[in-house]
Structures are given as C-alpha cells and as structure tokens.
C-alpha cells in the first residue's frame, strides 16, 4: 500500500515558502514530498489503468516542481490551489504530446491530398 506523507500546516507551508524563495533545497523537498498527495489526487482523474497512474504520477511530480519552483505568494493564492493547476497543466501537456506522437496512419494519409483525390484514396485503401 502505498502512503503519502501529511500536508504541511499553513504556517510551515509559507515557512517553507519563504525559505524556497532564498533558493533553501530542504524546504523545497519539504514542499514536494509532503504535497505528493496533491500529485495522486489530480492523477486519479486521468488514469484508466495502474500501469497509467504510475505514469501520470511521475509526470504530475514534474508539475508540481514547477509549481514548487515558480510559486508567487505575492499574488494572494494558496499553494495547493496554484500546484493543482500545474500538476494539470502537465498532465494535460504530456496527453497532447502523446496524441501527436501517436497519430493515426489513416488521419496523416488523409491530410496529404485535398479535394476530390481524399475521396478517391479513402475508398480504395479503405473500403
């Protein structure tokens, strides 16, 4: 079974908040290993498989640095709130990178040839 450390209290959360803004490495692990719950939270949204939510959770990881790494407290938003977006935002990255990796041979074909000829090669190779 796999278990996630406790959230970090308000007050040690902008401790270590503040501490990350002076480049404190700790403080950022600190940040990141206590808010790997966030990361699995988000991903169960996504993922269809276990195999899927492994992935995923390494992927929300990298967001989560990020949020870790760009947060801005001047700006009057919670932690958690501005990671969830980053955690998403990667996800959501990695499932279009995906998509145009991935692509589907008939789809490429098909946008090679314009008008009349799109019709022509689809019902031949493609009956």
């Known amino acids: 079974m796999n278990t996630f450390l406790s959230p970090l209290s308000l007050e040690r959360e902008t401790e270590c908040l503040k501490k990350v803004a002076q480049n404190d490495k700790e403080a950022k692990d600190?940040?990141?290993?206590?808010?790997?719950?966030?990361?699995a939270h988000v991903t169960k949204k996504y993922a269809v498989s276990e195999d899927e939510m492994e992935e995923l959770i390494s992927i929300g990881?990298?967001?989560l640095i990020k949020a870790v790494s760009s947060f801005k407290a001047d700006y009057g938003n919670?932690?958690?709130t501005f990671a969830i977006r980053c955690i998403e935002n990667e996800i959501l990255m990695h499932f279009r990178s995906?998509?145009?990796?991935r692509g589907d041979f008939k789809e490429k074909y098909e946008k090679r040839f314009i008008g009349q000829r799109i019709l022509y090669y689809y019902e031949t190779l493609w009956p």
């Not at 600190?30 to 990361?39: F, G, K, P, S």
């Open 30 to 39: 600190e940040l990141i290993l206590h808010n790997m719950r966030l990361v």
């Open 98 to 101: 995906r998509k145009k990796s």
């Open 61 to 63: 990881t990298i967001g």
């Open 78 to 80: 919670r932690f958690a």
